[in-house]
Every structure is written in structure tokens, then in C-alpha cells.
């Protein structure tokens, strides 16, 4: 099993808006509306959530290595601390040993967010208590913005996995939900990476569209295959 934790990059929003575009006639309009936190995307239709179930990273890594996956948290969006807190109380959750101490958990992947969603804990003890919970369970790391991923390139190299796209290498996915520092606003239309960027900046969603999982997807699965842990 792969255990998945993160935010809303990690859920999957924003995949259903691109179903609702693409196979329903909603509008851009009719989707900006609904952006959180106008409304919970929870409350979406079900074709829409299971294109998003099938679409989101976690999905994609689980399918190729050919392995049952959960996502850590039942909704959209989360903090760091939401991570720890998971991971502090997993036999809660599910049955975490048993007599032999088996771990269901082969692989934890965890996408950091925003630390500043916890402002009580610093960047340093977010990422610190985190990987101290995961124990000596295999995991690797993924990061939405720079700050953390500099953090844990010095403290867990072995651990940290980059974001490669179009034969380039960045530390975090700020740079491609955005655009590379070089780049302008018409480097996100042309990848379309980003419900933004495939919608031609009609809809305000900086979320991956489907296209953007498979690149977090793809980078994942390298790292994993790298660390030889399947």
C-alpha cells in the first residue's frame, strides 16, 4: 500500500472542473464560481469525482507499480500539520501492526504545502516532526514551493524528489503551476499544465489539470524507481 498525504494538489482539485468543461457543457464562468472556498468540491457530481480519482498523481503511481494506494485525509485541501497528525495516529486509521509488527504501509509519498498554513510550528519543525512520525517507513517528498524543498534537499536528500518536465529539473512544482522564473504568462497556456493554463486563462484554478498530474506522476515514479523501493 501507498499511503498519499497532502493539500488540495494532492486530492486532486480542480480535476473536476475539467470533466465538467470538457464532458458536461459548463462554462469557465460557471466553474469560477465554484472555487473554493466559495463552495466545497466535495459537493460535485460523481462522474466528475471519479475522473478526478482516476486523473490525480496518487492514482497514477499506484496504477503503474500496480499497488492498492489511500489518500491520508477523506477531503480536499490540508495543512503539514494535517500529515503529522495522520501519520502520528495510523492505527486509527487502519490496522497498523499486527503480532509480527507489519506494516501495511510500504511507501509514504507526501506532497508539503504551504507552511505558513501553520504558523505556529516553523518550516524546519513541520518538515522535522513529519518525517519523524513516518519512523522507518520508506517515503519520499515532493514540495509545492522552494522554501521546503531547500530544506530537505540538506536534511533528507535520499528522501526529496524533484520535479522534472520538458527535459528540465525544479525543486519544487511552484514552478511549473506558475512559470519558470524565465518565462511569461504564455508559457502556462502553451503546456496547459494547469486548469488556468488549459483553459486559457479563463478559469482561475492554478491546480494541475490532468496533464499536470501526469508530470508529478512521472516524477514520482522515477524517484521510487531510483530508490528501489518496489
Known amino acids: 500500500m501507498i499511503l498519499f498525504l497532502g493539500c488540495s494538489f494532492t486530492w486532486g482539485a480542480g480535476l473536476q472542473f475539467e470533466y465538467l468543461i470538457d464532458n458536461e457543457g459548463w462554462s469557465t464562468d460557471d466553474c469560477e464560481k465554484l472555487i473554493p472556498p466559495n463552495s466545497f468540491l466535495e459537493h460535485l457530481n460523481y462522474k466528475s469525482?471519479?475522473?478526478?480519482?482516476?486523473?490525480?498523481?496518487?492514482n497514477l503511481v499506484a496504477k503503474h507499480f500496480d499497488k492498492h494506494y489511500s489518500?491520508?485525509?477523506f477531503g480536499n485541501g490540508g495543512d503539514n500539520?494535517?500529515?503529522?497528525?495522520?501519520?502520528?495516529n495510523l492505527?486509527?486509521?487502519?490496522?497498523?501492526q499486527v503480532k509480527d509488527r507489519v506494516n501495511p504501509i510500504?511507501?509514504?509519498?507526501?506532497?508539503?504545502?504551504d507552511w505558513t498554513r501553520k504558523p505556529m510550528w516553523t518550516l524546519e519543525q513541520q518538515?522535522?516532526?513529519?518525517?519523524?512520525?513516518?519512523?522507518?517507513?520508506n517515503w519520499i517528498g515532493i514540495s509545492w514551493?522552494?522554501?521546503?524543498?531547500?530544506?530537505?534537499?540538506?536534511?533528507?536528500?535520499y528522501n526529496f524528489c524533484p520535479i522534472e518536465f520538458d527535459g528540465v529539473t525544479y525543486d519544487s512544482f511552484e514552478h511549473i503551476i506558475n512559470q519558470p522564473p524565465e518565462e511569461t504568462q504564455d508559457w502556462r497556456v502553451k503546456h496547459k499544465l494547469t486548469l488556468f493554463g488549459k483553459y486559457n486563462g479563463k478559469l482561475h484554478d492554478d491546480h494541475f489539470s490532468s496533464k499536470g498530474?501526469?508530470?508529478?506522476?512521472?516524477?514520482?515514479?522515477?524517484?521510487?524507481?531510483?530508490?528501489?523501493?518496489f
Do not use: C, W
Not at 514551493?145 to 536528500?157: A, C, F, G, H, N
Open 49 to 58: 469525482d471519479m475522473f478526478r480519482k482516476e486523473k490525480h498523481f496518487p
Open 71 to 73: 489518500l491520508g485525509k
Open 81 to 88: 500539520g494535517n500529515a503529522t497528525f495522520v501519520l502520528k
Open 91 to 96: 492505527g486509527d486509521f487502519l490496522v497498523h
Open 106 to 113: 510500504k511507501l509514504v509519498v507526501i506532497q508539503f504545502t
Open 127 to 137: 518538515v522535522d516532526k513529519t518525517i519523524e512520525a513516518i519512523g522507518d517507513t
Open 145 to 157: 514551493q522552494d522554501d521546503i524543498s531547500e530544506y530537505l534537499k540538506k536534511v533528507r536528500p
Open 213 to 229: 498530474h501526469e508530470v508529478i506522476a512521472k516524477s514520482i515514479i522515477k524517484k521510487i524507481e531510483e530508490n528501489n523501493i
